[in-house]
């Protein structure tokens, strides 16, 4: 029934509004089998005219190529280690290292750390205080060295405005900018009136390393 609803003929006077004439059966039913052809997946062990039989033929597409200058923009890549170091994108200028300029975010990072330690209080647990304070992130930090294998490091005092993989830079209130090595030394921060004491060798790595690792509790460390 279907198959004769197909082969119908257009009616002379809507194939006139239409613009079509209507091809005789041999000739459609070349036309499909045809179309079938060049239109299923291959490969295929059916031929055209079985293919037809079937209430439904998965017919193929062709994909739209991408011009290549759009795909390799889409590909780019940002900077490289010794880029960044050639264009000097990790360096402050002199004119921006300023003590009283990184004051709000020293605020920011008080406000940010007694929220992850929970109100650092005098009546929360100093290992709990300490695991989450060698995790989080030390940007905007008022830090002090205490001890160090290195005299003329004790003492210094500032915001610390860059964190790398084995040093801190800070700057103090007299407007200079200071690196200091993680390894063997022993940096001092206030939270809420806390005072904690951090070792910096556990901390020779990256920020976003050293949140997601587990540190062991140790009574005393060695410089």
């Known amino acids: 029934m279907e ?11 809507l194939g006139k509004i239409l613009g079509v004439q209507s091809k005789t059966k041999s000739k459609a039913e070349a036309f499909t089998r045809a ?20 209430k439904a033929v998965n017919l193929s597409y062709a994909r739209i190529k991408q011009d290549k200058s759009k795909r390799s923009r889409k590909k780019a890549k940002g900077l490289n280690a010794r880029q960044k170091r050639a264009m ?3 360096q402050i200028k002199p004119e921006n290292q300023r003590y009283e300029l990184f004051l709000p975010l ?32 030390f940007h ?9 294998k290195c005299p003329s490091y004790v003492g210094m005092t500032g915001i610390l405005v860059q964190e790398f993989k084995h040093v801190f ?4 209130k007299e407007d200079k900018l200071k690196v200091i090595p993680k390894r063997n030394s022993v940096f001092e921060m206030e939270i809420n ?31």
């Open 3 to 13: 198959e004769a609803l197909i082969q119908t003929t257009i009616p002379p006077g």
């Open 35 to 54: 179309f079938v052809k060049n239109s299923i997946q291959q490969p295929t062990r059916l031929d055209p005219k079985s293919m037809m039989s079937h």
């Open 140 to 148: 905007g930090a008022i830090i002090s060295v205490v001890r160090s």
């Open 193 to 223: 009136g806390l005072v904690s004491h951090i070792y910096g060798n556990p901390l020779e790595q990256r920020s976003s390393e050293r949140s997601v690792k587990k540190f062991k509790v140790k009574r005393t460390i060695d410089l």
């Open 169 to 172: 830079k800070i700057i103090t």
């Open 88 to 90: 000097k994108v990790f």
């Open 106 to 137: 020293h605020e920011l990072w008080r406000k940010y750390i007694i929220d992850l330690c929970g109100g650092a209080n005098r009546l929360s647990n100093p290992q709990c205080l300490q695991q989450k304070l060698v995790k989080a992130d």
